[in-house]
């Protein structure tokens, strides 16, 4: 097959150094950063905007719809193609755009390539900076890209865009689970701001029968497999995320007994992010915490998947926040915590919303195994097609 640099089939625009003491609230473009570079898309987290009236002279770094951004610092090589709903908007620096010179290539197949993890990896290796990677357009210009006849090309990228619509799909219907989550809550419970069904309020430190957090010092005890080691990232909203787990072998120490989780347990960031949730489920394998961490075990009145919950609601997240009397996030305390207040409402109710819950998982744990599975099968479409 022959391969050609990308210089010879591209046209490679770096992006324009926007100042960001001029960035305002409304009535202006957006300027797209490496933050919005995400892996296979451009993502709307944070937008930046630029006034108009300051963008007269800068078409060149204007965005089209389906235009190929790629990031030049930090997380190197990753691609997005640009949605219409985000535009008017402009490349900003370390960022670059490419684009086909001519019907040689495919757009559709430049993207799909550009997104392989293979694609990305070389990026990495051959960046600099140790702080932080940069990657030059240099080496980008002279990269060598398979170049199979049009003809081909699209077939390839139709296949594996048809994997991405599968990928987004189950993507889709998970979050649609966590929004019917939330919102048999506020069906069964009310919102926790407004308690337009009037409930009484307990503490938590009055429900609480435990309360410890974790400690320091775990590194010396990491290993490639043994007892599980919950850290920060793997606490969400109301939500065990088990993507990236570290294990230990675990010391015989009085620290590793205090910190052990059992279930119906939940663990709460306590730092950072500040009142994420998750419940310890039944046969759960041995499972310490870390610092950032706490371990709530309640009295035998309530159900802690009310309880979390009640916390991973946006209200309940609101009460948390107003907690935070810095307003910096720096971390809650035991007594901060013990302080929150919750609907004091019958253990049958709540063990009526945890059942159904269990129900909307089981489905939630399916559509999981099916976003998967499309994952899986897009690697290896991806694999086939580019090897």
Same mark, same amino acid.
């Given at each position: 097959?022959?391969k ?5 089939i ?17 009535d ?7 933050t919005n570079?995400?892996k ?9 905007l630029?006034?108009?009236?300051l963008?007269?002279n !800068?078409d ?23 949605p219409k709903?985000m ?11 490419i684009?086909?010179?001519?019907e ?5 197949y !430049? ?6 993890d ?7 290796r ?18 060598e ?7 081909e ?8 865009d ?7 799909y ?18 069964m ?5 407004r ?13 609480i029968?435990f ?21 920060i ?12 787990v ?7 120490t009085?620290?590793?007994k205090r ?5 119906g ?6 730092t950072?992010? !500040? ?6 489920p039944?046969?759960?394998p ?24 009640y ?10 926040d107003?907690?935070d009397?810095?307003g ?5 305390n035991?007594s ?11 253990l ?9 819950i269990?129900?909307i ?5 399916m559509?999981?195994?099916? !976003? ?6 897009f ?9």
């Amino acid at each position: 097959m022959e391969k050609v640099k990308i210089s010879e089939i591209c046209n490679i625009s770096n992006g324009y150094a926007f100042k960001s003491e001029k960035y305002v609230q409304n009535d202006g473009a957006r300027v797209i950063r490496i933050t919005n570079v995400q892996k296979g898309q451009i993502v709307d987290n944070d937008p930046k905007l630029y006034p108009f009236d300051l963008l007269d002279n !800068l078409d060149n770094y204007k965005i089209f719809e389906g235009d190929i951004l790629m990031s030049l610092t930090g997380n190197v090589g990753r691609v997005g193609k640009f949605p219409k709903e985000m535009i008017p908007a402009y490349i900003n620096q370390r960022i670059c755009r490419i684009m086909p010179k001519n019907e040689r290539l495919d757009v559709n197949y !430049l993207f799909q390539f550009f997104n392989n993890d293979k694609f990305e990896v070389e990026a990495m290796r051959n960046s600099s900076g140790a702080a932080q990677l940069n990657l030059s357009s240099k080496w980008l210009n002279n990269y060598e890209i398979p170049l199979p006849p049009f003809s081909e090309q699209k077939v390839i990228a139709a296949k594996l865009d048809k994997a991405q619509e599968i990928i987004s799909y189950n993507k889709q219907l998970l979050e649609k689970y966590d929004q019917l989550t939330q919102s048999l809550f506020i069906d069964m419970f009310g919102d926790p701001l407004r308690n337009e069904k009037g409930w009484e309020k307990k503490s938590l430190g009055e429900i609480i029968n435990f309360l410890t957090s974790g400690s320091r010092g775990w590194a010396k005890y990491y290993s490639n497999d043994g007892d599980i080691f919950l850290r920060i990232q793997n606490v969400g909203y109301n939500k065990l995320k088990l993507n990236d787990v570290c294990f230990v072998k675990t010391p015989n120490t009085a620290e590793a007994k205090r910190t052990k989780v059992v279930s119906g347990d939940i663990i709460m960031s306590i730092t950072a992010d !500040l009142g994420r949730t998750a419940v310890i489920p039944e046969n759960f394998p041995v499972a310490f915490i870390n610092q950032h961490l706490a371990i709530l075990r309640l009295s035998k009145e309530y159900n802690p998947n009310f309880v979390s919950a009640y916390i991973a609601s946006k209200s309940g997240q609101t009460l948390f926040d107003k907690l935070d009397k810095g307003g910096v996030k720096a971390g809650l305390n035991f007594s901060d915590i013990k302080s929150y207040k919750i609907f004091s409402c019958s253990l049958s109710l709540q063990n009526q919303f945890a059942e159904r819950i269990e129900k909307i998982e089981a489905q939630k744990q399916m559509a999981q195994e099916s !976003l998967a599975k499309s994952e899986q099968l897009f690697r290896s479409l991806l694999q086939e097609s580019f090897k």
